[in-house]
């Protein structure tokens, strides 16, 4: 028997670091030369910024460009509908159309030629492939027409393996499909397996028994939390990768690996990913230990190319080199920028707060929701939280004070915790929710 194939892209997937750099450069100068003779919206905008195409040779010039912004997207579809002035190839070339999901705002809509689509699902199913999805499994899909319609569904498909279309709000159907289809490897959000975890219990239903091999999470952090990887793992005995992408940019490009720590960089030749200080914009250099926020740049787009756009992603960079093989450097998600809060001066990521709380499992059930009583990102201290305990919690006096220690210590910030019945917060299908306004806009 044939021993089983690594990567999707060998190739591209291991690049040496000068190989890569080579292979984004030109890449860069390809799309460079691209939206100088095709769009208007980029040429206006660099010469405000008083770039000229002589200016930018290769990756260390990218600086000089000024950040894309999503409110400029916004503003560009507004004005000029459909696709915006950021349009940069025919609109008879267009083959697709989708928008993302409108969390924090309007939706934006996003076009794909052939090629960008092309683009789009290679790139995926290197993430899917690194996540350990397989042509001989059967994929439900508990998720969006976005993603399906984007990238991921056409992805599957090409990578070998069977596509079941499910939708959000269908637990029943994905249940269906997972017993009448053998259906056994599962990307979703980080949220839906939690979800389906509780749905099940509710319904007498054994997880164990349904034989789900794998999950692949994204969409929000939470897959890269251990005791959440740990809680889902145990529940269906299956092994659980995280994966994250970018509606704007690329519906998966990051992709956790067998060595289980972070999500490695697969979209070689399609994005270029900088890192920055998110307060002073300034690039900050990829190196273990690094955090900041993600911008992309389009490398392989022909629609509507993106260069330095500003992802409000925040992360850390895990590592730089892997015994997988793989070359693209390795983060983890924080949370986005644009989600951050401030409590006495010190910043705070929900999704941190999460990942610090899942030590106290199963005392806790691992639901909580922070109050917030003025508009962000400003909390005044302590930091108002509920928290589910679990079935067994012990003295709850004691669980309190213990929760309000560790987040002290490990995030520096006062909180008051209120303890609350297992079954008391909700529970999402799709994604947590781990703020609770208590204001007036």
Same mark, same amino acid.
């Given at each position: 028997m044939a021993?089983?194939?690594?990567?999707?892209?060998?190739?591209?997937?291991?690049?040496?670091?000068?190989?890569?750099?080579?292979?984004?450069?030109?890449?860069?100068?390809?799309?460079?030369?691209?939206?100088?003779?095709?769009?208007?919206?980029y040429?206006?905008?660099?010469?405000?910024?008083s770039v000229e195409r002589g200016d930018v040779a290769g990756l260390d010039d990218l600086?000089?460009?000024?950040?894309?912004?999503?409110?400029?997207?916004?503003?560009?579809?507004?004005?000029?509908?459909?696709?915006?002035?950021?349009?940069?190839?025919?609109?008879g070339d267009v083959i697709r159309v989708y928008s993302t999901s409108g969390t924090t705002g309007n939706?934006?809509?996003?076009?794909?030629?052939?090629?960008?689509?092309?683009?789009?699902?290679?790139?995926?199913?290197?993430?899917?492939?690194?996540?350990?999805?397989?042509p001989e499994h059967v994929v439900p899909l508990p998720i969006g027409t976005f993603f399906i319609a984007a990238s991921y569904g056409e992805a599957i498909e090409h990578l070998g393996a069977m596509l079941v279309p499910v939708g959000v709000g269908a637990t029943d159907r994905f249940l269906g499909a997972v017993r009448?289809?053998?259906?056994?490897?599962?990307?979703?959000?980080?949220?839906?397996?939690?979800?389906?975890?509780?749905?099940?219990? !509710?319904?007498?239903?054994?997880?164990?028994?349904?034989g789900i091999k794998g999950f692949f999470v994204g969409g929000e952090p939470g897959g890269?939390?251990?005791?959440?990887?740990?809680?889902?793992?145990?529940?269906? !005995?299956?092994?659980?990768?995280?994966?994250?992408?970018?509606?704007?940019?690329?519906?998966?490009?990051?992709?956790?690996?067998?060595?289980?720590?972070?999500?490695?960089?697969? !979209?070689?030749?399609?994005?270029?990913?900088?890192?920055?200080?998110?307060?002073?914009?300034?690039?900050?250099?990829?190196?273990?230990?690094?955090t900041g926020e993600l911008v992309y740049t389009s490398l392989d787009r022909e629609c509507q190319p993106l260069i330095r756009f500003r992802t409000r992603d925040h992360v850390l960079v895990v590592r730089t080199e892997c015994g997988c093989g793989r070359t693209g450097f390795v983060v983890s998600c924080i949370g986005r920028t644009d989600d951050m809060l401030i409590v006495s001066g010190v910043n705070v990521y929900p999704a941190a707060v999460r990942d610090v709380l899942g030590a106290f499992q199963p005392r806790i059930?691992?639901?909580?929701?922070?109050?917030?009583?003025?508009?962000?990102?400003?909390?005044?201290?302590?930091?108002?939280?509920?928290?589910?305990?679990?079935?067994?919690?012990?003295?709850?006096?004691?669980?309190?004070?213990?929760?309000?220690?560790?987040?002290?210590?490990?995030?520096?910030?006062?909180?008051?915790?209120?303890l609350v019945p297992p079954g008391s917060l909700p529970t999402y299908e799709y994604k947590a929710k781990l703020t609770e306004k208590h204001y007036e806009e």
């Open positions: 021993p089983e194939r690594r990567y999707w892209n060998e190739r591209m997937e291991t690049l040496a670091p000068e190989a890569f750099l080579q292979v984004q450069e030109a890449a860069l100068t390809r799309e460079l030369d691209y939206l100088w003779a095709h769009s208007d919206f040429r206006a905008k660099w010469a405000a910024a600086a000089k460009l000024p950040f894309a912004e999503k409110s400029e997207l916004r503003d560009s579809l507004a004005q000029h509908p459909p696709l915006g002035s950021h349009r940069a190839c025919s609109l939706p934006t809509y996003i076009g794909l030629t052939s090629h960008d689509r092309d683009v789009w699902r290679e790139v995926a199913c290197r993430a899917m492939w690194t996540g350990r999805m397989r009448n289809l053998s259906a056994d490897f599962v990307l979703s959000t980080a949220s839906f397996p939690l979800y389906l975890i509780d749905y099940c219990e !509710g319904k007498g239903i054994d997880t164990q028994a349904l890269g939390i251990p005791q959440v990887r740990r809680r889902i793992e145990d529940a269906f !005995g299956c092994t659980v990768r995280e994966c994250m992408g970018n509606g704007d940019m690329l519906g998966l490009m990051w992709a956790q690996c067998d060595e289980g720590l972070g999500m490695h960089f697969v !979209g070689q030749g399609a994005c270029h990913p900088e890192i920055i200080d998110p307060e002073s914009g300034e690039p900050l250099e990829i190196r273990e230990g690094v059930t691992g639901e909580l929701v922070i109050e917030l009583y003025e508009k962000p990102p400003t909390v005044r201290p302590p930091m108002k939280i509920r928290v589910e305990h679990g079935p067994d919690p012990g003295d709850l006096a004691s669980l309190k004070k213990e929760i309000e220690h560790l987040l002290r210590e490990k995030l520096i910030f006062p909180s008051d915790i209120t």
